[in-house]
């Protein structure tokens, strides 16, 4: 079941740490996402905090002050690990419990940590002083390919006439990602070299993609696992599932093209994908809860399995979703970032709870820190496309950009940043944080 909205979204909860209370902030004490981070060159663990405003709270460093007593000194215990998997598991009510413990230490009227300036000082942390890592240690890594109108989009670049694959509607179509290659926000993502055919050429050729893509997904870290031929049913799915991230699954499109008949993507995804640090929980997100896809007339209804009242009233998720590029010229120019496309996780036509479902639905077991992304955001409209591919018509109408360049796909010393959102009346706006990653140049053969 979804989780329900309790005190900790009152929109009229303040902090002591001001910067919380900026309206612009993506982190109020109404969000409280977690994320895996050490002082930068302190040389100390890893270890688990909640972001608020523009500071972290050490929730390892809570469990070791005694902060986090009674019921909750064993999910304490797990804050001050190097890896987030453990806290991941914990799931339901706990981690409800925890929840309402951070909203109460970081509440304004609450003068435990904000009146004991030793306190203050060694468990907030600028996140400007912080490093971030991946959360944990992410055992598999699977994209699905939610969203119809990216289907469809991308459909008819190699089949005009029939879009959509006769098993789109019926079936969560994914495949497996790599997990060893998915990075941190910031860290730089090398172009890949691959085996490309051009379209009129005799034989392949192998060197550095020339047609570099983004695409932008949301993704979710399983909570807790099942075992090995026991599927999760639909109706406990959202007790599965974590937190959400940004996902970047950066692609390769000429080595794609040619490589994935007969079996689906390989060496054009696997080479990186990145993922924001913080990781916003299905807790925090309780107030932007929508129904699943309306699906027009005349599509199918979905299997039973993948099926229930609680899905297709609360399953889905109004999350923002924006993409910015940043080219080297436009750094040298002193230009902001331009944004590129902004999307709703409302187009998915497949709920989160569904993608989990259908996954483990032969048996497959999901662990504590899986991820599980959503495949490319895309709407309906020309704007909410979320890959360059669908933007620049496969590179046919290219993008032009406030410095004065063009683009048709992603070039050396490019950034791209991706933010998320939620906003609803008589609710605190919240946020994801940034996805980033720069392109450097390919390895020299
Ligand atoms: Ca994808």
């Given at each position: 079941m979804p989780t329900k909205i309790n005190e900790t979204h009152d929109p009229d909860l303040k902090s002591w740490v001001e910067s919380a209370n900026d309206p612009e902030t993506d982190f109020p004490i109404q969000n409280l996402p977690f994320a895996l981070f050490a002082r930068k060159g302190s040389g100390e663990m890893p270890r688990a905090g909640v972001a608020i405003g523009e500071l972290i709270l050490d929730l390892g460093g809570c469990h070791e002050s005694g902060l986090l007593g009674g019921s909750l000194w064993h999910v304490g215990a797990r804050c001050s690990l190097d890896q987030l998997n453990s806290l991941m598991e914990v799931g339901g009510e706990t981690m409800l419990s925890l929840r309402?413990?951070?909203?109460?230490?970081?509440?304004?009227?609450?003068?435990?940590?904000?009146?004991?300036?030793?306190?203050?000082?060694?468990l907030l942390v600028p996140m400007s002083e912080a490093e971030f890592f991946e959360p944990?240690?992410?055992?598999?890594?699977t994209d699905f390919y939610a969203s119809v109108y990216h289907a469809t989009n991308i459909g008819k670049m190699f089949r005009p006439d029939n879009p959509l694959m006769p098993n789109y509607k019926w079936v969560p179509i994914g495949y497996h990602g790599r997990a060893s290659s998915i990075v941190i926000s910031g860290t730089p993502v090398r172009r890949?070299?691959?085996?490309?055919?051009?379209?009129?050429?005799?034989s392949p050729v192998?060197?550095?993609s020339r047609i570099l893509d983004y695409e932008m997904?949301?993704?979710?870290?399983?909570?807790?696992g099942n075992e090995l031929g026991t599927p999760v049913k639909i109706d406990t799915a959202e007790d599965h599932i974590f937190g959400l991230c940004l996902v970047n699954d950066w692609s390769a499109r000429d080595i794609q093209r040619w490589e994935y008949q007969p079996l689906g993507p390989f060496l054009a995804k696997n080479f990186a994908t990145t993922i924001s640090p913080w990781i916003v929980t299905t807790q925090s997100l309780a107030p932007?809860?929508?129904?699943?896809?309306?699906?027009?007339?005349?599509?199918p209804a979905p299997l039973e399995y993948l099926d229930c009242v609680a899905n297709r009233e609360r399953g889905g998720f109004d999350i923002n979703l924006e993409v910015y590029i940043l080219t080297h010229q436009m750094r040298e120019q002193g230009l902001a970032p331009y944004r590129l496309s902004a999307g709703n996780t409302s187009h998915l036509y497949w709920t989160l709870a569904q993608m989990l479902t259908h996954h483990s639905s032969n048996g497959c077991d999901l662990r504590p820190c899986d991820l599980i992304a959503s495949g490319t955001v895309s709407g309906p409209t020309k704007e909410s496309q979320g890959s360059l591919i669908e933007l620049t018509s496969r590179g046919s109408e290219p993008l032009h950009l406030p410095s004065g360049e063009h683009r048709k796909f992603i070039q050396d010393g490019d950034e791209v940043i991706m933010r998320g959102y939620c906003e609803r009346e008589g609710f605190r706006k919240v946020g994801f944080g940034e996805c980033r990653g720069i392109i450097t140049p390919a390895i020299d053969y």
């Open positions: 309402r413990r951070i909203s109460q230490m970081l509440n304004a009227d609450c003068d435990e940590i904000r009146d004991d300036s030793h306190l203050r000082d060694s944990g240690d992410i055992g598999d890594y890949p070299n691959g085996q490309t055919m051009d379209d009129h050429a005799s192998f060197g550095p997904e949301v993704g979710f870290f399983v909570s807790k932007y809860r929508i129904p699943a896809f309306p699906r027009p007339a005349g599509d």
